[in-house]
Nanobody
Framework: QVQLVESGGGLVQAGGSLRLSCAAS????????MGWYRQAPGKQRELVAL???????NYADSVKGRFTISRDSAKKTVYLKMNSLKPEDTAVYYC?????????????WGQGTQVTVSS
C-alpha cells in the first residue's frame, strides 16, 4: 500500500516561514504529480501547489511568490517552502500523490498537517 507521511507543520507568526515535507512509500511505479492542498475551517479544500514529473508547477494565486514546491525523486518526497506566511494561510495541509502502477493511475492522500499562522 502507498502511504504519505507529512511533517513540518506547526505554529508560526505572520511573516515567518515553514517547510512542509511529504514522503511517499509503497508500491509506486512512477509518479505523475505530487502536490499540496489545504483546507481551512469552514472552507473547501483547495489546491496550493502542484509539481509534475516534468517539473511543471502550479500555484494558487494566493500563494504565488511566497510558496515554493519542490521534489526529490530519489526520496519520493515533495516539499513546500512557505515564506511570508499570513493568517489566511492557516489550514490543514494535505499532501497528494498521483501515480501509475501496472498501467493504472491512482491517487493517495496524506492525513494532513496543521499550519497555524498567528497575527
Amino acid at each position: 500500500q502507498v502511504q504519505l507521511v507529512e511533517s513540518g507543520g506547526g505554529l508560526v507568526q505572520a511573516g515567518g516561514s515553514l517547510r512542509l515535507s511529504c514522503a511517499a512509500s509503497g508500491s509506486i511505479f512512477s509518479i505523475n504529480a505530487m502536490g499540496w492542498y489545504r483546507q481551512a475551517p469552514g472552507k473547501q479544500r483547495e489546491l496550493v501547489a502542484l509539481i509534475t514529473s516534468n517539473d511543471s508547477t502550479n500555484y494558487a494565486d494566493s500563494v504565488k511568490g511566497r510558496f515554493t514546491i519542490s521534489r526529490d525523486s530519489a526520496k519520493k518526497t515533495v516539499y513546500l517552502k512557505m515564506n511570508s506566511l499570513k493568517p489566511e494561510d492557516t489550514a490543514v495541509y494535505y499532501c497528494n500523490l498521483r501515480y501509475n502502477r501496472y498501467g493504472r493511475t491512482y491517487e493517495s492522500w496524506g492525513q494532513g498537517t496543521q499550519v497555524t499562522v498567528s497575527s
